[in-house]
């Protein structure tokens, strides 16, 4: 069985609201990796900005 076979075979057992509280943590996940590669790419920009300013003209 896969993961993804697990995970839906125990996410359908839970009640409606623990179904939410699930969906909702996916969901913040989903926004912290999301925060996370944001702050990876500014930093990028700024330690490059000199480089990205000349390649811009």
Do not use: C, G, H
């Not at 075979?9 to 996940?29: G, H, M, S, Y």
């Amino acid at each position: 069985m896969s993961l993804a076979e697990k995970l839906l075979r125990e996410f359908e057992q839970l009640p409606e609201d623990k179904k939410r509280e699930v969906i909702d943590f996916v969901e913040f996940l989903k926004a912290k990796t999301r925060n996370e590669v944001e702050n990876i790419i500014d930093v990028i920009i700024d330690e490059n900005s000199e480089a990205l300013k000349e390649l811009s003209q």
